[in-house]
């Protein structure tokens, strides 16, 4: 009998820890998901710069170089835009779109569409192609796409039922990871990605941003992403740079978001009856142009254009046009279709934008450079929260705190007023409606 008694206890022991490890098992999953969107945000953004200082290096390295990009650059885009289309379809553009749709999207099959480890893994090396191309691009919109696949394959792999949720994590942690800005993550995710408060997800949104962010720490140390600085309006002239990036920032932003919705339209339904062929051609045509850009502004306006952004912002004056160069640049790159984002590109048209009005009033070049930013940022996503605080993270720039706040706030409402509908969520109804019809025919064909 005590045999049996032992034997029956270790039994009923060996259930409870089972039961623990069942209990536990998601939490775990969800955790090691977490840490990898930092490490491989980390390792994203390591990738990124190679790829550009490469460009660089190629297209600087002799009497005539500065024309290769006049081959270079249309040939990447064409090249980024076909693998695009055949292997990793639904890669194209931003991916913040992507992760909207998939989370407006009920069916798993219609999620993994848009989000997957295989989609994760071809846009980042065709993000990093772009770079190399001298797209006008950014890695962080990207990142936003890795870290929502990275999130859905944990809720598949973990049995986790809150897909939405986890893909709101992940789009959190991938900003947060990306920016070295886990506030602005945060908000991202509730003021851009969901547009409402979700009291169910905001533990998963919190776990993850922080998870992702020790990753990242420990890999990439502790950084802000343009320095810090500490520059506030000391005179009247200053605080009119406010109502000036603000509304100039808004107009800019409006009219970049607008061309991208309504144009994006028109060459959908060019492209329809020839997709790939068509699509190759106009991603030629705009790596043509962009490349013709860059050699005229002396290939300021190639790649993410951080560095002429971290220089605005440190107190030097950009050229007069880079801003309409740089928005020029970046607006054919997402119209080619090739993987890439807007974000960095952005700031750096805001700062070129505040630069050169900071300039022609005779004020702070760097406080400027801010304003503009966040004027320009806030005016094409039409977020001034995710503007506000992202900006606020990656310059320390706490004495403009109310500036930045009020510039933020500006730029949407002017943006609201010319543009009615959001870049990113416009984005994304095109991919919820190609998901719509790819289901219908599906359900046609199987009966």
Known sequence: MPVLYRKSRLLRRSRVLWGSFSLWRPRLIFWCGALAIGIISVGFAKLAD??????????????????????????????????????????????????????????????????????????????????????????????????????????????????????????????????????????????????????????????????????????????NYFGTTSVAPATMRDWELVLICGIGGGVLGAAFSGMALHIGQHVRRWAHSQPLRRMLMLATACGLAVAVIGVISGGATFGTGYEQAKGAVEGQVLPPLFFVEKLLASFLSMLSGIPGGIFAPSLAVGAGFGSTVGYLMGSGIALAAILGMAGYFSGVVQAPMTAFVIILEMTGDHQAVIPIMAVSMIGYVTSRILSREPLYHGLSRVFIAAAIRARRAKEVAEG
């Open 50 to 223: 190679l790829a550009q200082k490469a460009f660089s290096a190629t297209t600087a390295s002799g009497e005539w170089s500065f024309l290769l990009p006049l081959v270079i650059t249309p040939l990447g885009f064409m090249l980024s835009a076909y693998l695009a289309i055949t292997l990793f379809p639904n890669s194209q553009g931003s991916g913040i779109p992507q992760a909207i749709a998939a989370r407006h999207l009920r069916e798993e099959d219609d999620r993994t569409r848009l989000l997957s480890l295989r989609l994760a893994f071809g846009k980042i090396v065709l993000t990093v192609l772009g770079l190399f191309s001298g797209a006008s691009i950014g890695r962080e919109g990207p990142t936003v796409q890795v870290g929502a696949s990275i999130m859905l394959a944990v809720a598949r792999f973990g049995g986790m039922a809150q897909a939405r949720g986890l893909i709101l994590a992940g789009s959190a942690a991938g900003i947060a990871a990306a920016f070295n800005t886990p506030l602005a993550g945060i908000v991202f995710a509730i003021e851009e990605m969901s547009r409402t408060y979700e009291s169910r997800a905001n533990g998963l949104v919190l776990t993850a941003v922080i998870l992702s962010g020790l990753a990242a720490l420990g890999l990439a140390g502790s950084y």
